[in-house]
């Protein structure tokens, strides 16, 4: 869990760790959660002081004055390509230029960072993924009345995020869409056992410097 806090891809996407980060507006995490883990457990009779005076030896974490609060010092910030982007059916035929009527198309509600036509084998699928440059744009697609078409016929539209759980669920792959789009893009993978290691492993040298001196 230490490791979680103290690196941005790896607090993106544990999503235990993430909802705890934002809990707090100031991105406190009780300490008493930490030594909740089952891997923490062996602690326990050393008390919250103590292992929040383990969590003070990270120069990336602090904690607050009572000791019973830890956050990063460095606030994180996620990859929200995901959220920001759409996807959009109905499109029928590839016609010459249709790109940049996509562009055109879908600028009229937010700037639009990226258009990519979805295909098959080198032919157009009718459906695209839209990346727009903020999430509010994504929000005034979604939401606008009348509903987005194409050539007057009524799109189907949907968040990328939801299109991709539906394909999850159709495929039969465990987990979720944004979890696997998100760690695929970065490279990194992220689980529970790993946080509650890397917490232990900050109490386990608490321990040894303990020992050293005695």
């Given at each position: 869990?230490?490791?979680?806090?103290?690196?941005?891809?790896?607090?993106?996407?544990?999503?235990?760790?993430?909802a705890q980060y934002n809990?707090?507006?100031?991105?406190?995490?009780p300490i008493a959660t930490i030594a909740s883990f089952p891997r923490m457990l062996q602690y326990e009779q050393?008390?919250?002081?103590?292992?929040?005076?383990?969590?003070?030896?990270?120069?990336?974490?602090?904690?607050?004055a009572n000791g019973t609060h830890v956050r990063r010092i460095k606030e994180a910030r996620r990859d929200d390509k995901l959220d920001r982007s759409i996807y959009a059916k109905g499109f029928g035929t590839e016609v010459k230029g249709m790109l940049e009527e996509l562009r055109a198309f879908f600028n009229a509600y937010g700037k639009v960072n990226?258009?990519?036509?979805?295909?098959?084998?080198?032919s157009f699928k009718g459906s695209v993924f839209v990346e727009f440059a903020d999430i509010r744009s994504v929000?005034?697609?979604?939401?606008?009345?009348?509903?987005?078409?194409?050539?007057?016929?009524?799109?189907?539209?949907?968040?990328?995020?939801?299109?991709?759980n539906m394909k999850v669920q159709q495929l039969g792959i465990k987990g979720s869409?944004?979890?696997?789009?998100?760690?695929?893009?970065?490279?990194?993978?992220?689980?529970?056992?790993?946080?509650?290691?890397?917490?232990a492993a900050a109490a386990d040298a608490k321990v040894n410097m303990e020992q050293g001196e005695s």
């Open positions: 869990m230490l490791g979680a806090m103290q690196q941005d891809q790896n607090l993106q996407h544990d999503r235990y760790m993430w809990a707090s507006p100031e991105h406190w995490v050393h008390g919250l002081s103590w292992i929040a005076d383990a969590l003070r030896q990270s120069k990336q974490l602090e904690v607050d990226k258009v990519q036509m979805r295909r098959r084998a080198g929000e005034t697609f979604l939401n606008a009345d009348p509903k987005p078409s194409w050539n007057g016929h009524e799109l189907l539209i949907m968040t990328k995020d939801a299109y991709c869409a944004g979890t696997i789009v998100r760690t695929a893009n970065s490279g990194t993978s992220m689980t529970q056992d790993i946080n509650q290691s890397d917490a």
